[in-house]
């Protein structure tokens, strides 16, 4: 088999470009899908080893005054391997613009919810003078081992040195009141033990540590017998600790991406690699019937073709496999790392990985085998010789009047699409999908961007909010709306449960206002009925809910759930809910709930403090926030861009090459016949811009359907429209168009170089 | 003399829709161990036809087909590329080379069939074309492709060479040099040379001289006094 082996690396030699493009459709396929999901796969582990290794706790029970006999009675309960008491209170540093930090005051040794320590020494439960403290604050702020902090709350203070520096696993995502995005120096948590307290300790807070998983409603009722209402508060499972939940539906939302888009790579890399493929054996059909008449066996022919495509599609893939997670994801690390505390970030490839790579090998292979068999499984006779042209037949359009308008080019170009349907199609199909990648890409970019002026332009027309303390004074509320000439609403968070679907969400009570505006779905200004319950668009959605239909909702933190009717409903962007008058809230809400304000709008730019007010955020700050988190999303349309654009070149000029080499004959008489290089060029321009018409027209449609698929995963907190701009379609139309162009140049100097003799020579 | 072929009622049919084509129509005949067999016909006579079911290329459809004292007919698709690896070599108008394999590596890969080390520029040298071992087919003249064809074709020393118009594509000189070739290789190792052509001139040269015409066999000819194809007025 040596000089087929030698035969086989002269065939890669002399047709490069279709080896090549064989071999980088393999590569990008794999490449561009391990890299985009190696990102969220490889969280998934770091993610649950880190849970793991530290042990987080199973469920918290949040309560108050949890003494000793309810704590023994609890860590009596079957279900309980281990539990462990802690005084967890928002406390305030002594920096500049009053950090918050969240103090966890723990009883006895660290049993669960352990820390990744950074630098220092472990937790110990004897060192009365000491503190842990988060690596993100200690960042923040530069504060390092040795240093002393001093934490203030309700009129104590706590003063201790900081003995190590670590993460806890209860805090992957946190972030400051009132805000999108974490900005660490501003928030954090600290450790300390019992011991080091100087005040008496209330514990309300238990980490518990079961043996198996924790029915959380028979749980639940379990404890309410045990403590009685008054003392418990609420019981919540690991999986809906608030870092737990954020990063688990970031990265359920990541591999959403991932699934879908890098799979539309990998099927169209899939079909021009088939197509290529089996065009490639099928130009050598001579040369498998000398093989034949020489005495070669079909299995050594077989053998020598399938190793074609086993080489360059195994290459592509490995190398697609090694780079992809070494680089696309660390694109992404730095914005997730701007949200989220995990002690390492790195990629990984799970088994879709392998299944994508060795798809590609077993396609090319079995696409080899096809090829390869029909021709050997054909007469040797009829296989030394050329294959006789496919007949074609006058179809409908032929017997047309029109037909005869038709010029030589059309006709020409309308016959070989005919005669090469699979080409044509496939032309059209690589087309289509770039289009369409490119469109949905920038598509997702002109809704998001759109989403942000309409919630941020349109819905917020206020300049700071002002978050109020729980027990502001009535003449102190006065006293702030008047300074600052604003508007006092109340926002709540809130679990809505309609039909059998339960969704948590934000409620808003508000009369009229200037400074909050309801928009609905065509973006238009609306006044809610101040007698009615309105309910968001997103959320009516995903509970199942219309106007009309009865839904039941408590405010978080208030056991006590409200029957109402909806009435009307509103469009927001971002955070689905509820809203309603300050009046029909009381009346709503009965004895159980009674409206009273905790936030205040208003269109000044207010950095000053008044006193009972808790904190201050600026409309600008809010969309800051906001931007950091698309940001995520621009790089993943960034990179789903530049894949977009290098998958349609290499497709593009595939199938022009196939095309090329297919008709280079009929190329070669034209030219023998008179025909200049220029209208040959035309002749070639004409079916990639006919190809490519279609192609683009037909991903139009598909771009809204991907554009919603995609929309769609950003959560049941987003609500975005399917917008694609006008110039979205300009940029796509010029890219597609101008790739279409720029391959046809390319050929016009191959058109050049045909030779006419060697062409008409009956040698291959 | 031995018979080293011998072709018994053998008939080829194509059916297209309700026709049928009889390519060969009852075909009866026998070439000797080292015979140098030219068969004649126009265009679509046959014969190459002929030349496809003796070389194992394809089936007759029915009729015997003796090569050896072994009926090929029969022969199920593993057993005919042994056959055709052994027996035949194959002479093609096109010349049929590896493109990208140069001129010795098209003859050692004769290798990979017989399993016998070859080597390719002694082979060249006795088709006369040393010195151009390593040029690629499309750098070669016709003629000279040609014979690299013949070269790949006597490497593996097969019991007949089967040649389809040899010299259709080349120039009357450079093709009776070729003819020429093959006679020598059919003289000199005894390997039975059948060679398919439409140019009548050949005729002079051969031992046995068949015409075929609309799938039947026309005449025979026994020639006693063949011509040195070098003799010949073309």
Redo the contacts between chains.
């Keep these: ?4 082996f ?2 086989m690396l ?2 890669f ?2 047709h490069k470009a279709q080896f090549i493009s064989i071999f980088l459709m393999a590569l990008i396929g794999v490449f561009a899908f391990t890299g985009i999901s190696s990102e969220a796969v490889g969280i998934e582990p770091v993610s649950s080893n880190y849970y793991h290794d530290t042990n987080i706790a199973d469920g918290w029970i949040y309560g108050e005054d949890l003494d000793n006999d309810t704590f023994a009675d609890i860590k009596g309960r079957h279900q309980i391997k281990d539990a462990q008491r802690e005084m967890v209170v928002d406390t305030v540093a002594n920096y500049s613009s009053d950090p918050d930090i969240t103090l966890h005051i723990v009883e006895g040794k660290q049993k669960v919810s352990k820390f990744h320590l950074f630098k220092g020494k472990d937790f110990d439960e004897n060192d009365e003078e000491g503190i842990w403290i988060d690596k993100r604050f200690a960042d923040g702020r530069k504060l390092d081992v040795g240093d002393k902090i001093t934490l203030k709350f309700d009129g104590k203070s706590v003063s201790k040195t900081i003995r190590g520096i670590m993460y806890s696993p209860e805090y992957v995502f946190y972030i400051q009141e009132g805000s999108l995005l974490p900005d660490f120096s501003q928030v954090g948590y600290a450790y300390m033990p019992a011991k080091g307290a100087d005040f008496e300790l209330e514990y309300n807070t238990i980490a518990l540590d079961s043996y198996e998983e924790i029915d959380e409603k028979d749980f639940k009722k379990d404890l309410e017998e045990l403590m009685g209402m008054s003392k418990f508060v609420q019981f919540v499972h690991r999986d809906d600790n608030v870092g737990v939940k954020t990063l688990q539906d970031e990265i359920d939302q990541h591999q959403m991406f991932s699934g879908i888009f890098p799979s539309i790579f990998v099927l169209v890399s899939l079909l021009t690699l088939v197509t290529t493929m089996s065009r490639v054996i099928a130009a050598q059909r ?2 498998i ?2 093989f ?7 299995r ?1 022919i077989l053998l020598h073709y399938l190793s074609y495509g086993f080489v360059l599609s195994l290459t592509g893939s490995i190398i697609g496999l090694i780079i992809g997670p070494l680089t696309i994801p660390h694109l992404f690390y730095p914005t997730m790392e701007a949200t989220y505390s995990l002690p390492k970030w790195a990629p990984g490839l799970d088994i879709s990985a392998f299944a994508v790579a060795a798809l590609m090998v077993i396609f090319s292979v079995a696409v080899s085998y096809i090829s390869v068999k029909s021709i050997s499984d054909e ?3 009829e296989t ?1 010789r050329h294959k006789a042209p496919k007949a074609v037949s006058s179809g409908f359009i032929e017997k047309t009047k029109i037909w005869k308008r038709f010029s030589f080019n059309e006709r020409w170009n309308y016959r070989d699409a005919k005669r090469n349907k699979i080409r044509a199609i496939m032309s059209i199909f690589g087309v289509f999908a770039c289009a369409l990648l490119i469109m949905s890409a920038f598509g997702m970019v002109d809704s998001i961007n759109d989403v942000e002026s309409w919630q941020y332009d349109d819905i917020y027309n206020f300049n700071s909010k002002l978050l109020l303390d729980e027990n502001i004074t009535d003449s102190q509320l006065d006293h702030v709306l008047e300074e600052t000439d604003g508007e006092a609403m109340m926002e709540e968070a809130i679990e809505i449960k309609s039909k059998g679907n339960k969704e948590s969400g934000t409620l808003t009570v508000l009369n009229d206002s200037e400074y909050y505006r309801i928009t609905d779905s065509d973006r238009n200004f609306i006044k809610l009925n101040p007698k009615g319950v309105a309910i968001s668009d997103k959320m009516a959605e995903v509970l199942g809910v219309e106007v009309g239909d009865e839904i039941r909702w408590h405010v978080a933190g208030n056991p006590k759930w409200i029957d109402s009717k909806v009435t009307e409903t509103y469009t927001i962007p971002f955070g689905q809910g509820l809203i309603m008058s300050p009046k029909t809230f009381d009346k709503e809400g009965g004895d159980d709930y009674n409206y009273s304000a905790n936030v205040v709008l208003t269109k000044k730019e207010i950095n000053k403090n008044y006193t009972g007010v808790s904190s201050i955020t600026t409309r600008d700050e809010i969309q800051k926030g906001w931007n950091t988190m698309t940001e995520a999303l621009d790089m993943m349309v960034s990179v789903l861009t530049t894949f977009a654009i290098v998958l349609a070149v290499v497709v593009l000029y595939n199938l022009g090459l196939l095309s090329f080499t297919e008709i280079q004959r009929e190329l070669a008489t034209m030219k023998v016949l008179g025909f200049g290089s220029k209208s040959l060029r035309r002749l070639l321009l004409t079916q990639n811009l006919w190809y490519s018409t279609i192609g683009f027209i037909l991903a139009i449609p598909g771009a809204y359907v991907l554009i919603g698929i995609m929309m769609g995963s950003t959560g049941n907190d987003y609500w975005f429209p399917i917008y694609i701009y006008l110039w979205n379609f300009v940029i796509s139309f010029i890219i597609t168009f101008g790739l279409s162009v720029l391959v046809n140049l390319a050929f016009s100097f191959k058109i050049k170089k045909v030779n006419m003799v ?1 062409s008409l020579k ?3 | 003399m031995t018979t080293m072929i011998e072709f018994e009622n053998v008939y080829k049919i194509y059916k297209i829709g309700e026709h049928e084509l009889r390519a060969l129509d009852n075909i009866s005949l026998k070439i000797d161990k080292g015979e140098f067999v030219v068969i004649l016909g126009p265009s679509g006579a046959g014969k190459s036809t002929f030349l496809n079911l003796l070389g194992g290329l394809d089936t007759a459809s029915c009729g015997k087909i003796v090569v050896d004292g072994q009926d090929i007919v029969n022969y199920n698709d593993d057993e005919l590329t042994k056959y055709r690896a052994k027996s035949v070599g194959f002479i093609f108008q096109f010349y049929n080379l590896i493109p990208n394999l140069t001129a010795k590596e098209n003859v050692e890969m004769m290798q990979d069939i017989t399993g016998i080390d070859v080597d390719g520029n002694r082979v060249l040298d006795s088709v006369g074309l040393t010195g151009h071992g390593n040029q690629f087919p499309a750098q070669l003249s016709g003629g000279e492709q040609q014979r690299v064809s013949i070269a790949r074709a006597l490497e593996k020393e097969p019991a007949m060479l089967l040649c389809d118009e040899p010299t259709g594509a080349l120039d009357s000189n450079t093709g009776v040099l070729i003819l020429s070739l093959l006679q020598n290789m059919c003289h000199e190792k005894d390997t039975t040379v059948v060679i398919v052509t439409h140019n009548s001139n050949l005729a002079e040269a051969a031992d046995k001289l068949i015409r075929i015409k609309n799938g039947k066999i026309e005449e025979i000819t026994i020639n006693e006094n063949p011509k040195d194809v070098k003799e010949i007025e073309w």
Excluded: C, F, H, V
């Design positions: 088999m040596k000089m087929l030698r035969k002269r065939d030699r002399d001579t040369q019937g000398t034949k008449a020489m005495g070669y066996s079909n050594e007469n040797p006779a030394i060697e009956s040698n291959e």
